[in-house]
């Protein structure tokens, strides 16, 4: 079943109050981009801005972790958001953080959660209306069920990497190989030990994910079995759910994503580093 929507499927129910637009849009912090700013400069009509960085958890020090169920459905609810919506989530990058959105929507047990195929960019490329200012929802019930298969911390990864079971890494290639630095600072480069890498913008075009049978060609090609337990990672979560995306799109059952990926990984003294190209 398709994770997307298109602009034209959007558009015809704008108005459908059973039909709930989220601009879930992230950017880098080097990236020089603020994502509220964009937002409130121009955005689907309708479409509430949720912040990854603060609908988290934000006393776990590390950035847009998962908050626990109640907290989560007080954050949604507070923006409007309705567990029993259909939820379209989008960002300005294409396709970027929003998959994030869509995992934490469905981790959390929204009945049915959609990605605006082409996102932000392509809604502008079609000269589709834009609406300014913050989009303000009346009060929703989120009534937040938490899945913890879908999530694996950083004692479960451990484990992983030292059974050799599969982890499978988003980041580009130089920093899967600690070949360039970090891009955030106190973080040691490399990767986790056992882990394959597949750069997650190898999975998309035009805004969304490629076709089914060019995402398994990939993920193998990576040295993952789709069919065996996954543990998708990056430098902060984000990233991370693109794989999680493509894995479910083709069919993949136990898929989990470390939420505190490379940013928790990374800056603890405790855990092991590889550097070079997987083994």
């Not at 704008?14 to 990236?31: F, G, Y």
């Not at 964009?38 to 934000?58: C, Q, R, S, T, W």
């Not at 082409?118 to 929802?137: C, I, K, M, Q, Y």
């Not at 136990?254 to 997987?278: F, H």
């Amino acid at each position: 079943m398709s994770r997307f929507v298109t602009t034209q499927w959007l558009a015809d129910h704008l108005d459908d109050p059973d039909v709930q637009v989220i601009d879930a849009s992230w950017h880098m912090p080097n990236s020089g981009r603020n994502a509220h700013a964009e937002y409130l400069a121009g955005h689907i009509p309708g479409a509430v801005f949720f912040d990854l960085d603060k609908n988290a958890d934000l006393s776990s020090g590390l950035p847009h972790m998962l908050p626990d169920a109640e907290t989560f459905s007080a954050m949604a609810g507070a923006l409007g958001i309705a567990s029993d919506k259909v939820l379209v989530v989008y960002d300005e990058a294409g396709l970027f953080s929003a998959p994030r959105a869509w995992w934490t929507f469905t981790v959390m047990g929204a009945r049915e959660v959609k990605i605006l195929a082409g996102g932000g960019p392509r809604w502008r490329a079609e000269n589709r209306p834009l609406e300014t200012g913050d989009s303000v929802a009346p009060p929703a019930a989120f009534d937040a069920k938490f899945d913890s298969g879908a999530v694996a911390g950083f004692d479960e990864v451990l484990a992983a990497s030292q059974a050799g079971h599969q982890i499978l890494d988003a980041r580009g290639a130089a920093r899967f190989t600690g070949d360039t630095p970090e891009p955030r600072a106190g973080l040691r480069s490399g990767h986790i030990p056992q882990s394959r890498n597949l750069p997650f913008d190898a999975l998309i075009a035009d805004g969304a994910l490629k076709p089914d049978a060019e995402l398994e060609k990939a993920i193998r090609a990576a040295g993952i079995d789709p069919a065996r337990p996954v543990i998708t990672s990056c430098g902060s979560g984000v990233t991370a759910a693109v794989l999680a995306l493509a894995l479910d799109t083709i069919g993949a059952e136990k898929v989990a994503l470390y939420d505190g990926s490379w940013t928790e990984w990374g800056g603890r003294d405790d855990a092991p580093v590889e550097t070079g190209p997987a083994r």
